[in-house]
Structures are given as C-alpha cells and as structure tokens.
C-alpha cells in the first residue's frame, strides 16, 4: 500500500519547494538540493531506516533529532513493522510503512512530494536513490553521487553517532539519553508465565557471531546451580539453536530452571523479558540493543565486529563487553569468528555474576559534552572510534 503524504503549502500536488534534479554522472538524478525549509514549512518527513531490531533501536536518537527538527511534522518511518510499532507506541514516529531492506534497499511506495526525506538507511548511494524517487522538496543525507552536498560518511563512526552527526547537522538535537525506550505496554506484550532471573540470547544473524552451543549450555547451568532462572530467547528460526542449549541440560534441577523460549515471544514481550531480567547475556546482536534501551545489565560478547563500532554507549559500566578481536573478521562468516571463540565460559560466568551482585541499573542522564562538540557521548568512550578495516564494518548502501 502506498502512503500518501498530507497536501503540501502550495498546492494539492505537493510539489511546491522541490529541489531541481540534475544528471550524475552514472545517469541518475543529481540533488541539487534547496535551503531546508522552516520547520513550520514541514508537514510530512519520511525516514528509510529498513534493517533490524538492534539497526532501528541505534537510530532511536536520530529519529528523536528528527521529531525536534521538524517538531509538526507528521514523521513516518520505512522499516520492519514490529519494531516499527514499538518505537510509535513510544512517540518516536508516528506511522510505520513496513519494509525489509536488510538485503538490499527496498522501494518506498509513496505517493507525492514536498516532504523532507532523511536517510539513515545507509551510505547510498541506493538508499538515496529510493528516497529521491519520492520526489521529497529537501533531503537529508550522506554526500553521496546523488546528493554531494550532505556530511561525509565517515567509516570509523560508532553507529549511534554516526546518525546523530547526520541529523544534527540537518538542525536536530539528540543526545545518547534519546536511547531509551519504555517497554511497550498492552496484550502483545504479555507472558502468560512468570518472568526469568537472567535471559541469554544464544541466537544471531551469521554464523560467525553465534557463540558455541555447549558453551551456552555450560553457562546455563553454571546459572540455575547458583539459584537463577534462565529464559532462553530465540526467534523462530533460531529454535533449533535454543533447544540445542537445552539439550545439553540433563539433571533435573538444571531442566527446572532453564526455560527455552525461542519462537513463544511476539517482540512486545521478548522486551518485556528483557525489561523484567535481572540481566542479559547476548552477542552482537538486536536483544543487545533492547538491553541498553530499557536500562538491564548486561554481558555481550563480541567477535567480527568491534563494538567501538556497535557496542552499548549508555550505563557503560553495566553492560559488560568480552571481546578479543581487532576487528578484521567477517560479521557475514559461515562459521564462528575466532575472536569470539576465545571467550570462555568462565569469563562469561564470571561477568554475568559481577553485574548479578550489583543489581539493577540505576538510570542516569548521560553527561553533556561541551557547546559545539560531537552530541553526547558516554563516561570514558571517545565520540568516535580509531580506524578500522572496512571488512570489519556493516555498511550499507
């Protein structure tokens, strides 16, 4: 279905503001690009951001910096529909188009112009060559083939940082607090079981950033024998990996406290789990993300990717982060990273239970940075990280 955007000042076919098209030199259209228009101009802004749970829940601050950039606007958001819902029900966006755009930028069917489009799907120059078909008057984004006249795409950039320098260059504030998200509330959130101690997170999109199986295991029944209840999360294509882990349970009491969960949970309710944990132990991974978003401790292990590049950057010291790579692997590989297969169990255990002991995260703002310099960044943690391989990097187009 395609969305239509409200009537643009000027005139019902909304094409009044809309920058002049020039030819690139690879025969697609070149932005020349006007002015931002005044906020008060904008009635609708469109933002492509069609990846995955943890992709969305980096952007929250962006999409933040955009709601206060045009603060009237109506702002609508191409990308997956659930993740989409929660960040609606949370005031982020107000409609959700659904799109997968994970293995390529999808088409945005949306009828019109005279809005203002902003891209945080990627580098483009693809992505801006979808948003630019929607005929928008004013476009935010990387300086690309298309558009030259954007931020330069800078490959060594935390990704949270990266689109707050975007949307604070297009006048948008946002700060590393935007990243919190209450849990969505209402029946889809709901379990119809009481709620784990702990949550491990065995699952991820590559093979290269799942953590071994028995090691799972093992770590689940170091947990139950120390008194804690275990949920194990999955979505329905990582049951098979779930139920492995339980598997490997055999003693009664260690079957009583561990709990597979994989393919039960709407994603309402895998962050209401997430949200009622005591902790979460994960990998690089979307439930990372939801973990720094509703503020739960948690331990995540790293492999291919650095996490100077996609590790948590709020309550820093609450989400402990295990990592022995230089981030040169490859996040797409068919078989664990070696940087992730030297993390041990005992390390985990031993992570897992330090955050135990301290209990819950207590919420704090994160601390301004100086009038001028790059938008928040957390205790001790440069704004951006030292180069890295680019193989190491999920870029998108």
């Given at each position: 279905m395609a969305l239509t955007p409200r009537d643009a000042p000027g005139g019902a076919d909304g094409h009044r503001g809309r920058a002049a098209a020039d030819v690139s030199a690879d025969g697609g259209a070149l932005f020349t690009g006007l002015a931002p228009p005044h906020a008060d101009d904008v009635e609708d802004v469109l933002v492509l951001r069609a990846l995955g749970l943890g992709d969305a829940l980096t952007a929250v601050p962006a999409l933040r910096g955009v709601r206060r950039a045009w603060p009237h606007a109506r702002v609508t958001v191409v990308g997956p529909e659930a993740v989409g819902a929660w960040l609606r029900e949370a005031g982020v966006c107000d409609r959700v188009l659904p799109a997968d755009g994970i293995a390529a930028p999808p088409a945005v069917p949306w009828v019109g112009g005279g809005h203002v489009a902003v891209n945080l799907h990627g580098r483009g120059p693809e992505s801006t060559r979808r948003l630019l078909a929607t005929q928008p008057r004013h476009m935010v984004t990387f300086a690309d083939a298309l558009v030259p006249t954007g931020p330069a795409w800078r490959s060594d950039e935390h990704e949270v940082l990266r689109w707050m320098r975007l949307v604070h260059a297009a006048g948008g504030t946002c700060s590393l607090d935007d990243l919190r998200l209450p849990a969505?509330?209402?029946h889809a959130a709901r379990v119809s079981h009481a709620r784990g101690e702990v949550v491990l997170h065995p699952g991820a999109a590559s093979a290269a950033r799942r953590w071994p199986v028995e090691r799972w295991t093992e770590l689940a029944r170091h947990l139950a024998r120390a008194g804690y209840l275990v949920d194990v999360t999955g979505s329905a294509a990582e049951r098979d990996v779930c139920a492995a882990v339980v598997?490997?349970?055999?003693?009664?009491g260690d079957l009583l406290?561990?709990?597979?969960?994989?393919?039960?949970?709407?994603?309402?309710?895998?962050?209401?789990?997430?949200a009622s944990a005591r902790l979460v132990v994960c990998g690089d991974t979307g439930v990372a993300h939801v973990a720094t978003a509703v503020g739960v401790p948690s331990v995540l292990l790293f492999g291919p990717v650095a996490p100077?590049?996609?590790?948590?950057?709020?309550?820093?010291d609450r989400h402990t982060v295990l990592w022995h790579g230089d981030g040169t692997g490859d996040p797409h590989g068919s078989s664990v990273d070696p940087a992730l297969d030297r993390i041990g169990v005992g390390e985990v255990l031993a992570a897992a239970l330090a955050q135990l002991d301290r209990g819950r995260v207590a919420l704090t703002?994160?601390?301004a940075a100086p009038t001028g310099t790059t938008p928040r960044s957390a205790?001790?943690?440069?704004?951006t990280a030292p180069a890295a391989p680019t193989r190491g990097v999920r870029a998108r187009g």
């Open positions: 969505p509330e209402g598997a490997g349970l055999r003693a009664p406290r561990v709990r597979d969960l994989a393919g039960t949970l709407t994603l309402p309710a895998l962050v209401q789990a997430v100077d590049r996609w590790g948590p950057l709020l309550d820093v703002p994160a601390p205790p001790g943690r440069p704004s």
